[in-house]
């Protein structure tokens, strides 16, 4: 099993290089963004509750995140690998991932990190908010809320993979062809 993770701040391109990724590589993709909305659009209790953090632009408290992971990872027993997008984001979140995939015997075998301006991923986000439909893409004031919160807890997250020198840093700013063509090199690499 080849299990990677893709990191980065809000609007960096997890989700859109992912959608890339799993088309060449045939990863299970899991994307809390997507589960989450998934849950918002049934209007699950789950759902109910993160939409209260999205709407602010704040994380979703953790124990919600790590079940939707866990039961995720249990309904894909066979997969040949994971693509983790927009998880994990808190280093609490780093720790029961590590735990749950030692329980499958199998790890994280590498965190690709994309690295773009504050400014870029406002301007990002704000024109997705044109038509995306998603209120935590209209508002400037919700999207700063979520680079804020992306530095105070997020980016601890990276530290604990450089400690075990699972990182490689990619430039998320180019074309979209451009940034996988980088991912992908570097996946081969690792394989
Ligand atoms: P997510 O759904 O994970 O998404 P994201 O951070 O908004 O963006 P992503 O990086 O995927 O951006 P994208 O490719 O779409 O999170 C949403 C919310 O869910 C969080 O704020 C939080 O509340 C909650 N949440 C999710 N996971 C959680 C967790 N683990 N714990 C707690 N809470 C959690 O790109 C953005 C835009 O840029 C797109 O419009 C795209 O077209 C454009 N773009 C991409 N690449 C480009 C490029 N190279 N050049 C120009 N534009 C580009």
New binding site residues.
């Given amino acids: 099993m080849f299990n990677l993770i893709l990191f980065?701040?809000?609007?960096?391109?997890?989700?859109?290089?992912?959608e890339k990724l799993i088309a060449k590589y045939g990863f299970k993709h899991l994307?809390?963004?997507?589960l989450?909305?998934h849950e918002i659009a049934n209007e699950t209790p789950l759902g109910m509750e993160?939409k209260n953090?999205?709407d602010k632009?704040?994380?979703?408290?953790?124990e919600v995140?790590i079940g939707m992971i866990s039961s995720a990872l249990d309904n894909s027993a066979d997969a040949k690998g994971f693509l983790f997008?927009?998880?994990?984001?808190?280093a609490a979140?780093a720790e029961a991932l590590d735990k749950l995939l030692e329980l499958k015997k199998t790890n994280i075998a590498l965190m690709l990190a994309?690295e773009v301006t504050e400014e870029e991923l406002v301007k990002?986000?704000l024109?997705?908010g044109q038509t995306?439909g998603r209120s935590?893409?209209t508002n400037e004031k919700v999207i700063r809320a979520?680079i804020t919160?992306y530095q105070n807890k997020t980016t601890a997250v990276g530290d604990y993979y450089k400690t075990f020198d699972k990182v490689s840093i990619v430039k998320?700013?180019?074309?979209?062809d451009g940034?996988f063509n980088s991912l992908s090199e570097i996946i081969d690499k690792r394989m």
């Fill in positions: 980065g701040p809000p609007g960096s391109g997890k989700g859109t290089q992912s994307s809390t963004g997507d989450l909305r993160a953090f999205m632009g704040q994380l979703v408290p953790d995140v997008d927009g998880f994990p984001r808190t979140q994309l990002r986000l024109k997705r995306s935590d893409d979520r919160e998320g700013e180019g074309t979209v940034i």
